[in-house]
C-alpha cells in the first residue's frame, strides 16, 4: 500500500522555508523513545537510550543520492533541504565556534533546493525539489500507530520510505543510500583503559538485509548496552558495512569517491571490533521513463537497560529496569524482521487512522493540534515497564525526564492514551493504585502518592497528597471503565479508589458537607487553602464517580452517602463560590494572616476543570450549567490575551509580547495577593488546552 496520499496535501499541514526550522517530529513506538525527523528530510534527536537528549545529530548519519540519466554524467548529492539559518544543530560548544558548522552532517555536500514537509502524526511526507534532476523524490515517514493495538503500536523503529520517479523520457539509474553511525555508546567516549568494542555486521534473513551495530564494550546490566540496525527489504542492495579508518577526513573521502564515481559501495572494509564508525546502506534501481518505486529503509534499535537520571548527570541514579520493547524484540534486528515481514498491514492499519481523522469534518487547526499533541505519545515522555505498565514523565527537557512518576495531576489533563489505547490507560490506574499509598500513617489513612516510583513498590515520602490528581484519579476510573466495559477493572480497584476518595474526609472536607476546605495540595505546586473552584469541582465529579461506581458493584451504602454529599456541595458551590461571573476562591483568613500562594477572588482558567472532566466522562452536570457557561465565556474574556502585548510576568515566559496567550489568572476587581499563587502569570499550553475543549464541549466554538 502507497504512503504517498495527495488528500492529505492542504496548506495548514504544509510547511516551507523558514516554518522548517524547528519541526521535529518523532518516529519510534511507545514508550521505546524515538528519532525525530527534521523540517529538510534529516534526522535529529536521538532519544533511543532510555533518555531525552534534544538537539543533538549523530555525527555521519545522512541519506544521500546518486543519478545518472542515459548518456549524462552522473550526480551525486545529499538526499537533504538546504540548511535552514539558525537552526539549533550539534551545540554551542567546540564544533560549533571557529570550526565549520555542522560539518559531521556532511553539510559540504550539495543537496536540494528546496523542501515541503507535510505532518499530518502518524505520518510525515517530505518533497525534495532539486532543478535539472531528472527524477522526483518524496519521503514518507511513520511508526505504527494503531489505535487498540498496543504491540504494533510499540515497534523500536522509524519506517522511511523513498518514492523516485523518473520524469525524464531516459532511462535513469539510480542508488539511494543511508548511512548510520554505529549509535551504541554515544555520548559516552571510552578511556584509555575501556575501549570500543564495535561491530558493524551485515545480517540477512529472507528478503531483509540490515546492518546490525553492537558495542561489546557495554554488557549485562549496564545502561548503554545495546543494538541498532539498518535494514532494507530491496532486492538489489549494495553494502559498506564499515567504513574505512583513517586520518582526518580519509573515511568520508574514500566512502564519497566511490559512491560518486558508481553509486555502488562494492569495495567492503573488513568488519572488526575496533572503535564506532558508520555503515552504508544503498538501495540500486533503473527506472524507465515515467516509472516510479518506493524504497524502504528501516531504523530500529534495542537498549535493554533503562535507567533514571535527574540534573543532567551523566550517571543513572537509580538500579536499570527493562523496557517493555526490550522484552518482545530482544536486539534490534528481531525487531527489523518482524516488521518488514508485517509492513503491509501495519502501513495499512497506520494510514487508516490518519484518513479517520483528517479526512474528518473537524477544522484543520482541530485537527493539527489534536495530531502535533498525541505525538508526545511516540516521545521520550512516555516510557512502558517491563510488563508494559505505562508509565510517563511531566514532560522533557533536553537531556532528562523532568518530574518523575506519571504525576496524577499532569496527566489528569491527558485524554489521547485512555481512547486511544486503554489497555496503557488501564495500566496507569492499576500502577497507580497498587503502588501510590506507601507514605506511612497518611497512606493508611487513604493519602497517596502522586508521583510513581520507579522501581514499582519503592517507597517514598509524601510529599503531599494533590488533591486535584487524587480525586481526578477515581474520576479517570469511572471514564475507563465506560470506554471498555471492563467490569474486573472496577472490581479490582474500586477498593482503593474508594479509599481514596474517602481521604477527602481526613483532609479536604473534613466537616463532610460537600464542599472543600483544609490543607488542597494541586498542580501548580502549592497547596490551596479553604474552599476554591479547582478542587471543589474534582471532588463534587469524584462523588458522582464512587456513587455510580458503587451502585453497580452493591454498595447503596456508600453510592447514596457520596450523592448527598454531592447535592450538598453543589448548593454549597453555587451559593458561596459563585460572583455572578466566575467561580472564586473562598478564604477563611483575613488579609492580615493570609498564607501566601492563594488565588482569591481572581478567575482562575482552570476553574471548571473537574467539570470538564466529569462530562468527558459521562456524569453529567456538577453544578447549574449556565454558572459554567458563563465562567468559561468570562474566563475567555478575561484571560485570554490577543496579544500578551503589556502583560506584566515575573516568573517563566512560555509566551511574547507580540503572541496570544491564555493567562492562569487574573483579577478584574482587585483583590489580587501580594503572593499570589506560583505560575499564576504564565501561560501553559496544557490549560489552553482544556479551556479550549471546554469551550466547544458547552457551544462556544468560536471561542475555542
Same mark, same amino acid.
Given at each position: 500500500?502507497?504512503?504517498?496520499?495527495?488528500?492529505?496535501?492542504?496548506?495548514?499541514?504544509?510547511?516551507?522555508?523558514?516554518?522548517?526550522?524547528?519541526?521535529?517530529?518523532?518516529?519510534? =513506538?511507545?514508550?521505546?523513545?524515538?528519532?525525530?525527523l527534521d523540517?529538510?528530510?534529516?534526522?535529529?534527536?536521538?532519544?533511543?537510550?532510555?533518555?531525552?537528549?534534544?538537539?543533538?545529530? +549523530?555525527?555521519?548519519?545522512?541519506?544521500?543520492?546518486?543519478?545518472?540519466?542515459?548518456?549524462?554524467?552522473?550526480?551525486?548529492?545529499?538526499?537533504?533541504?538546504?540548511?535552514?539559518?539558525?537552526?539549533?544543530?550539534?551545540?554551542?560548544?567546540? !564544533?560549533?565556534y =571557529?570550526?565549520?558548522?555542522?560539518?559531521?552532517?556532511?553539510?559540504?555536500?550539495?543537496?536540494?533546493?528546496?523542501v515541503?514537509?507535510?505532518?499530518?502524526?502518524p505520518?510525515?511526507?517530505?518533497?525534495?525539489?532539486?532543478?535539472? %534532476?531528472?527524477?522526483?523524490?518524496?519521503?514518507?515517514?511513520?511508526?505504527?500507530?494503531?489505535?487498540?493495538?498496543?504491540?504494533?503500536?510499540?515497534?523500536p523503529?522509524?519506517?522511511?520510505?523513498y518514492?523516485?520517479?523518473?520524469?525524464?523520457?531516459?532511462?535513469?539509474?539510480?542508488?539511494?543510500?543511508?548511512? +548510520?553511525?554505529?549509535?551504541?555508546?554515544?555520548?559516552?567516549?571510552?578511556?584509555?583503559?575501556?575501549?570500543?568494542?564495535?561491530?558493524?555486521?551485515?545480517?540477512?534473513?529472507?528478503?531483509?538485509?540490515?546492518?546490525l551495530?553492537?558495542?561489546?564494550?557495554?554488557?549485562?546490566?549496564?545502561?548503554?548496552a545495546?543494538?541498532?540496525?539498518?535494514?532494507?527489504? @530491496?532486492?538489489?542492495v549494495?553494502?559498506?558495512?564499515?567504513?574505512?579508518?583513517?586520518? @582526518?577526513?580519509?573515511?568520508?573521502?574514500?566512502?564519497?569517491?566511490?559512491?560518486?564515481?558508481?553509486?555502488?559501495?562494492?569495495?567492503?572494509?573488513?568488519?572488526?571490533?575496533?572503535?564506532?564508525?558508520?555503515?552504508?546502506?544503498?538501495?540500486?534501481?533503473?527506472?524507465?521513463?515515467?516509472?516510479?518505486?518506493?524504497?524502504?529503509?528501516?531504523?530500529? @534499535?534495542t537498549?535493554?537497560?533503562?535507567?533514571k537520571?535527574?540534573?543532567?548527570?551523566?550517571?543513572?541514579?537509580?538500579?536499570?529496569?527493562?523496557?517493555?520493547?526490550?522484552?518482545? @524484540?530482544?536486539?534490534?534486528?528481531?525487531?527489523?524482521?518482524?516488521?518488514?515481514l508485517?509492513?503491509?498491514? %501495519?502501513?495499512?492499519?497506520?494510514?487508516?487512522?490518519?484518513?479517520?481523522?483528517?479526512?474528518?469534518?473537524?477544522?484543520?487547526?482541530?485537527?493539527?493540534?489534536?495530531?502535533?499533541?498525541?505525538?508526545?505519545?511516540?516521545?521520550?515522555?512516555v516510557?512502558?515497564?517491563?510488563?508494559?505498565?505505562?508509565?510517563?514523565?511531566? =514532560?522533557?527537557?533536553?537531556?532528562?525526564?523532568?518530574?518523575?512518576?506519571?504525576?496524577?495531576?499532569?496527566?489528569?489533563?491527558?485524554?489521547?492514551?485512555?481512547?486511544?489505547?486503554?489497555? +496503557?490507560?488501564?495500566? +496507569?490506574?492499576?500502577?497507580?493504585?497498587k503502588?501510590?499509598?506507601?507514605?506511612g500513617?497518611?497512606?493508611?489513612?487513604?493519602?497517596?502518592?502522586f508521583?510513581?516510583?520507579?522501581?514499582?513498590?519503592?517507597?517514598?515520602?509524601?510529599?503531599?497528597?494533590?488533591?486535584?490528581?487524587?480525586?481526578?484519579?477515581?474520576?479517570?476510573?469511572?471514564?475507563?471503565?465506560?470506554?471498555? $466495559?471492563?467490569?474486573?477493572?472496577?472490581?479490582?480497584?474500586?477498593?482503593?479508589a474508594?479509599?481514596?476518595?474517602?481521604?477527602?474526609?481526613?483532609?479536604?472536607?473534613?466537616?463532610?458537607?460537600?464542599?472543600?476546605?483544609?490543607?488542597?495540595?494541586?498542580?501548580?505546586?502549592?497547596?490551596?487553602?479553604?474552599?476554591?473552584p479547582?478542587?471543589?469541582?474534582?471532588y463534587?465529579?469524584?462523588l458522582?464517580?464512587?456513587?455510580?461506581?458503587?451502585?453497580?458493584? =452493591?454498595?447503596?451504602?456508600?453510592?447514596?452517602?457520596?450523592?448527598?454529599?454531592?447535592?450538598?456541595?453543589?448548593?454549597?458551590?453555587?451559593?458561596?463560590?459563585?460572583? $455572578?461571573?466566575?467561580?472564586?476562591q473562598?478564604?477563611?483568613?483575613?488579609?492580615?494572616?493570609?498564607?501566601?500562594?492563594?488565588?482569591?477572588?481572581?478567575?482562575?482558567?482552570?476553574?471548571?476543570?473537574?467539570?470538564?472532566?466529569?462530562?468527558?466522562?459521562?456524569?453529567?452536570?456538577?453544578?447549574?450549567?449556565?454558572?459554567?457557561?458563563?465562567?468559561?465565556?468570562?474566563?475567555?474574556? %478575561?484571560?485570554?490575551?490577543?496579544?500578551?502585548?503589556?502583560?506584566?510576568?515575573?516568573?517563566?515566559?512560555?509566551?511574547?509580547?507580540?503572541?496570544? $496567550?491564555l493567562?492562569?489568572?487574573?483579577?478584574?476587581?482587585?483583590?489580587?495577593?501580594?503572593?499570589?499563587?506560583?505560575?499564576?502569570?504564565?501561560? !501553559?499550553?496544557?490549560?489552553?488546552?482544556?479551556?479550549?475543549?471546554? %469551550?466547544?464541549?458547552?457551544?462556544?466554538?468560536?471561542?475555542?
Amino acid at each position: 500500500m502507497s504512503l504517498f496520499r495527495p488528500a492529505f496535501e492542504t496548506a495548514p499541514y504544509t510547511f516551507s522555508g523558514d516554518h522548517l526550522r524547528e519541526i521535529a517530529f518523532p518516529l519510534g =513506538g511507545i514508550g521505546t523513545g524515538c528519532i525525530s525527523l527534521d523540517g529538510r528530510g534529516g534526522l535529529r534527536d536521538w532519544e533511543i537510550f532510555g533518555r531525552p537528549n534534544k538537539n543533538t545529530l +549523530m555525527e555521519k548519519t545522512f541519506p544521500c543520492l546518486w543519478v545518472q540519466e542515459e548518456g549524462e554524467v552522473p550526480k551525486a548529492m545529499a538526499l537533504l533541504g538546504p540548511r535552514v539559518r539558525n537552526w539549533v544543530g550539534e551545540g554551542a560548544g567546540f !564544533w560549533n565556534y =571557529g570550526h565549520g558548522q555542522f560539518f559531521k552532517q556532511m553539510d559540504g555536500l550539495p543537496g536540494f533546493d528546496s523542501v515541503e514537509f507535510l505532518g499530518t502524526f502518524p505520518m510525515a511526507r517530505v518533497k525534495f525539489h532539486k532543478d535539472g %534532476l531528472p527524477l522526483q523524490v518524496e519521503l514518507a515517514a511513520f511508526n505504527p500507530f494503531i489505535p487498540l493495538d498496543c504491540r504494533s503500536s510499540s515497534f523500536p523503529g522509524a519506517c522511511l520510505v523513498y518514492r523516485l520517479k523518473n520524469r525524464s523520457n531516459r532511462k535513469v539509474k539510480a542508488s539511494l543510500a543511508w548511512t +548510520m553511525m554505529n549509535p551504541v555508546a554515544e555520548g559516552f567516549p571510552p578511556s584509555a583503559e575501556d575501549k570500543d568494542l564495535c561491530s558493524n555486521h551485515v545480517v540477512r534473513d529472507g528478503a531483509v538485509t540490515g546492518i546490525l551495530f553492537s558495542n561489546d564494550r557495554f554488557a549485562g546490566r549496564d545502561h548503554r548496552a545495546g543494538t541498532a540496525c539498518l535494514s532494507t527489504t @530491496w532486492s538489489d542492495v549494495s553494502l559498506l558495512p564499515q567504513w574505512s579508518s583513517g586520518a @582526518w577526513f580519509d573515511a568520508v573521502q574514500s566512502f564519497w569517491t566511490e559512491f560518486r564515481e558508481t553509486g555502488r559501495l562494492e569495495g567492503h572494509a573488513p568488519v572488526s571490533h575496533q572503535e564506532r564508525s558508520p555503515g552504508t546502506l544503498a538501495a540500486c534501481v533503473t527506472l524507465e521513463p515515467g516509472e516510479e518505486v518506493e524504497v524502504p529503509f528501516f531504523i530500529s @534499535w534495542t537498549f535493554q537497560n533503562s535507567v533514571k537520571y535527574w540534573g543532567g548527570d551523566s550517571e543513572p541514579k537509580a538500579e536499570p529496569w527493562t523496557p517493555w520493547h526490550a522484552t518482545k @524484540w530482544p536486539d534490534a534486528w528481531q525487531a527489523a524482521k518482524e516488521f518488514h515481514l508485517r509492513r503491509d498491514e %501495519l502501513t495499512e492499519k497506520t494510514l487508516a487512522f490518519e484518513e479517520a481523522l483528517f479526512t474528518s469534518d473537524l477544522p484543520p487547526e482541530i485537527i493539527q493540534s489534536v495530531s502535533a499533541t498525541t505525538s508526545i505519545l511516540h516521545s521520550p515522555t512516555v516510557i512502558r515497564l517491563e510488563d508494559g505498565s505505562f508509565w510517563a514523565w511531566e =514532560g522533557c527537557s533536553c537531556n532528562e525526564g523532568c518530574c518523575t512518576g506519571s504525576c496524577t495531576h499532569v496527566w489528569n489533563y491527558s485524554v489521547a492514551q485512555a481512547w486511544l489505547f486503554p489497555e +496503557m490507560q488501564e495500566s +496507569m490506574r492499576r500502577t497507580d493504585y497498587k503502588n501510590s499509598f506507601n507514605c506511612g500513617p497518611q497512606g493508611r489513612e487513604g493519602a497517596m502518592n502522586f508521583r510513581v516510583m520507579i522501581p514499582l513498590g519503592a517507597e517514598a515520602p509524601l510529599w503531599h497528597a494533590a488533591s486535584d490528581g487524587q480525586l481526578g484519579g477515581v474520576v479517570q476510573l469511572y471514564r475507563d471503565w465506560r470506554i471498555t $466495559g471492563d467490569q474486573k477493572l472496577i472490581e479490582d480497584l474500586w477498593p482503593a479508589a474508594k479509599r481514596a476518595l474517602e481521604f477527602s474526609w481526613v483532609q479536604w472536607d473534613r466537616d463532610q458537607d460537600g464542599l472543600v476546605d483544609g490543607d488542597q495540595h494541586n498542580t501548580y505546586d502549592i497547596n490551596f487553602q479553604g474552599p476554591n473552584p479547582l478542587t471543589q469541582f474534582f471532588y463534587l465529579a469524584a462523588l458522582k464517580a464512587g456513587a455510580a461506581i458503587a451502585a453497580h458493584l =452493591g454498595d447503596v451504602a456508600s453510592s447514596a452517602k457520596y450523592l448527598d454529599l454531592a447535592e450538598r456541595g453543589r448548593k454549597l458551590t453555587e451559593e458561596r463560590l459563585w460572583n $455572578g461571573r466566575f467561580f472564586v476562591q473562598e478564604s477563611p483568613f483575613t488579609e492580615k494572616d493570609a498564607p501566601k500562594y492563594q488565588h482569591g477572588h481572581g478567575c482562575l482558567s482552570d476553574q471548571v476543570f473537574g467539570q470538564l472532566c466529569a462530562s468527558l466522562a459521562g456524569l453529567g452536570d456538577l453544578v447549574d450549567p449556565e454558572l459554567v457557561k458563563r465562567a468559561l465565556k468570562t474566563i475567555y474574556e %478575561l484571560n485570554f490575551q490577543r496579544p500578551l502585548g503589556d502583560h506584566e510576568n515575573l516568573q517563566r515566559v512560555f509566551a511574547m509580547p507580540d503572541e496570544p $496567550g491564555l493567562i492562569l489568572c487574573s483579577w478584574p476587581d482587585g483583590g489580587r495577593p501580594f503572593y499570589p499563587f506560583v505560575y499564576s502569570d504564565e501561560v !501553559w499550553t496544557g490549560i489552553e488546552y482544556q479551556v479550549a475543549t471546554h %469551550l466547544a464541549l458547552v457551544g462556544l466554538k468560536e471561542e475555542a
